[in-house]
């Protein structure tokens, strides 16, 4: 069944054009009052060159305006909590309430990173358990909680590799690090950022890496191997041991993308499969609300070899108390201000908790479940194909291709996915991996219900008609939501782009 969808459509002002001149919601003690009574005179404690001149021209509104005004905007959105959220790769899962109360508890809020180590046990004990049950789950000696995303971690990652090469002496002459043609953009980012040259392997029909030409990429220049496993198309890299041996017997170092752990979390671990370096986005796997900047976490896992190359400080425990270690030697320094994001290690510190072992393999075992079910029903819709692999099984995710599709009725992968937002449905991912023409990029996650994954494939089905009977309705979608088909171009060029209330003025000046 297809269901019936209408967006809320307010025509809503910014919060600089509502209110009016003195209007304020519930008065509160002046902070100021009580500042002055401890320090004397807040305005001396700011020189003079640095105190702001003119009053900040702040919107003045009544409670009720504010109320009203961000209820609207939210209706006028779509999230994990509104419905089925597809977008593959980025495991939009439902985040449990309860690790957000946990995140909002007064001890977890107004902790501070320069209070005394005696007084924050409780919040070391947290990190250094999380640290030790992150290890477990993924096979890895040790943890650094401090990277804030994946993309971070795995610039930490990178940095690590170049330090153990540095260390063995042998930095200048290894500088390539190899990416399939399937790994997520961020990785040769990451590579490059790091200083490296990136080489990248081609995928065979399978899916998979191409292991003879992996075998001709290798030298004693690689320095290390970025893999996703299973990889961005949702598929196993069944032939991991041997493609960790050929990068292990020239020298190289294996990384592992393991953003989206969803698939194989408490099933197999990426350090018995030969990694030397893991990045996990407790923000996707462990249940933390992501998307729109942060915040995340993208902890870094190393083997016992790497060890002391990890970033300062390591929470230790010496059997009475926790504390911060700062003494390493071969650190390869700070990556981020203070211990990480805090919050967000408490709210994957409550998901592990209240799952265990168990709970985390259901997890693994319902996202693989689920993609399967969509895989086998999507197949039979007309227009669209699954490339690579036809008949391997998929974990966590799967890539669709909507070639047959635009080859017959001129229909894209992207008039698809916004064709989807008018039933009620947030779109795939859509035109990555780039190994994929018109690529539908799905995944379910295990938190999808089947009655969720039936209104999508039905979904889909009924675009497959419209395109091949009156493909104008899907060419211009979306038509059911707040905002319509955008100008993509538009919102990208410098005179139509307006960052800032102040911006706006300016330039409507001009
Ligand atoms: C999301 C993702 C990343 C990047 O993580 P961010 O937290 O967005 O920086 C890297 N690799 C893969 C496979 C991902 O899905």
Redesign the pocket.
């Known amino acids: 069944m297809v269901k019936e969808f209408q967006q809320a459509k307010w025509l809503e002002p910014l919060i600089f054009e509502i209110g009016g001149e003195g209007r304020i919601g519930h008065i509160v003690p002046n902070p100021d009052d009580e500042v002055k009574k401890e320090v004397g005179d807040i305005e001396k404690l700011i020189p003079e060159k640095l105190r702001r001149k003119d009053e900040p021209k702040l919107p003045e509104l009544s409670e009720v305006e504010v109320v009203q005004h961000y209820t609207r905007l939210s209706q006028m959105n779509y999230g994990v909590d509104t419905g089925f959220y597809p977008l ?4 939009m899962k439902y985040n449990p309430r309860i690790n957000e109360e946990l995140a909002s508890m007064e001890e977890v809020m107004w902790i501070h990173p320069y209070q005394d180590e005696r007084t924050v046990q409780g919040a070391l004990e947290l990190m250094y358990k999380l640290e030790r049950w992150l290890a477990e789950i993924t096979g890895m000696h040790r943890f650094t909680l401090q990277p ?7 610039f930490t990652g990178v940095q690590l590799i170049r330090a153990y090469h540095e260390y063995n002496g042998e930095l200048d002459k290894r500088d390539e690090i190899i990416v399939p043609d399937s ?5 040769p980012a990451s590579a490059a950022m790091g200083g490296f040259k990136v080489i990248v392997v081609p995928s065979n029909e399978n899916g998979c890496v191409d292991i003879e030409a992996l075998k001709a990429a290798v030298s004693e220049r690689t320095a290390g191997l970025m893999l ?1 496993n299973p990889n ?1 198309l949702g598929i196993f890299e069944e032939r991991i041991e041997e493609i960790a041996r050929i990068v292990h017997d020239v020298g190289g170092l294996l990384y592992y ?4 752990l969803n698939a194989i979390v408490g099933k197999v671990r990426p350090g018995d499969m030969g990694f030397d370096i893991v ?1 996990l ?1 407790l ?2 796997t462990f249940g933390t609300p ?1 998307g729109g900047g ?1 915040p ?1 976490a ?1 902890p870094i896992g190393v083997t016992k070899e790497l060890e002391k190359f990890l970033p300062v400080p390591l929470v230790e425990y010496d059997g009475e108390k926790y504390y911060l270690d700062w003494d390493r030697p071969h650190s390869i320094g700070k990556v981020k201000g203070f211990y990480g994001n805090f919050n967000v290690l408490v709210k994957a510190f409550a998901y592990i908790l209240a799952l265990g072992e168990e709970g985390l393999k259901t997890v693994a075992e319902i996202s693989v479940l689920n993609t399967n079910y969509l895989v086998k029903k999507l197949k039979e819709i007309k227009g669209f194909e699954l490339p690579y692999g036809k008949d391997k099984p998929r974990k966590h995710e799967c890539v669709f291709s909507a070639s047959p599709l635009k080859r017959d009725t001129k229909v894209r992968a992207l008039n698809v996915a916004k064709r989807l937002l008018d039933f009620g449905i947030h779109a795939p991912t859509m035109y990555f991996p780039l190994i994929v023409h018109e690529a539908l990029m799905i995944e379910p996650t295990e938190t999808a219900t089947k009655e969720q994954m039936d209104e999508f494939i039905e979904s889909l089905r009924k675009i497959s008609e419209e395109a091949y009977s009156n493909p104008e309705i899907v060419l211009s979608a979306p038509h059911n939501t707040s905002v319509t088909k955008l100008d993509e171009a538009m919102a990208a060029r410098p005179k139509t782009l307006f960052l800032t209330w102040k911006m706006y003025l300016k330039k409507s000046s001009e």
């Open positions: 593959g790769s980025c495991t804030a995303a994946g993309a971070h971690g795995e790994a997520h953009g961020t990785n996703t961005t993308d393991g953003a989206n990045h986005n923000h996707k992501h942060g995340g993208g």
